[in-house]
């Protein structure tokens, strides 16, 4: 049973850098792809970015591709995303998701209906 574990939102000025982290327990070796999907309030969840842990391949939204990089250290059972030249479009609650499923990271598209998800954390940007 894996479990995640989101820390590193916090408020920050148009134009910063933040960088999220998600801690993960369990057996997480078993899981193909991880990921950074985000809730805007009022709006429907969108897909940040994902990579395949088994051969480090990543996945961008459009409105993600070279400002946010996502990035994985496996021995410590982490996922990360760094978040540069933010704006106040970016300001969601991020969640880490995970799931045994290639296809969530390795399609076309991005799926984001992920088997596991952590509690989210809170990014605001003014």
């Known amino acids: 049973h894996v479990q995640l574990v989101e820390s590193g939102g916090g408020s920050v000025q148009a134009g910063g850098s933040l960088r999220l982290s998600c801690a993960a327990t369990?057996?997480?070796?078993?899981?193909?792809?991880l990921a950074w999907i985000r809730q805007a309030p009022g709006k429907e969840r969108e897909g940040v970015a994902a990579?395949?842990?088994?051969?480090?391949?990543?996945y961008y939204a459009d409105s993600m591709k070279g400002r946010f990089i996502i990035s994985q250290d496996l021995a410590k059972k982490t996922l990360y995303l760094q978040m540069n030249s933010v704006n106040p479009e970016d300001t969601a609650m991020y969640y880490c998701?995970?799931?045994?499923?290639?296809?969530?990271?390795?399609?076309?598209?991005?799926?984001?209906?992920?088997?596991?998800w952590g509690q989210g954390t809170q990014v605001t940007v003014s």
């Open positions: 998701a995970a799931d045994v499923r290639r296809s969530k990271c390795l399609a076309d598209n991005f799926p984001i209906d992920y088997s596991t």
């Open positions: 990579i395949y842990t088994g051969g480090g391949h990543t």
């Open positions: 369990g057996n997480v070796y078993r899981m193909n792809c």
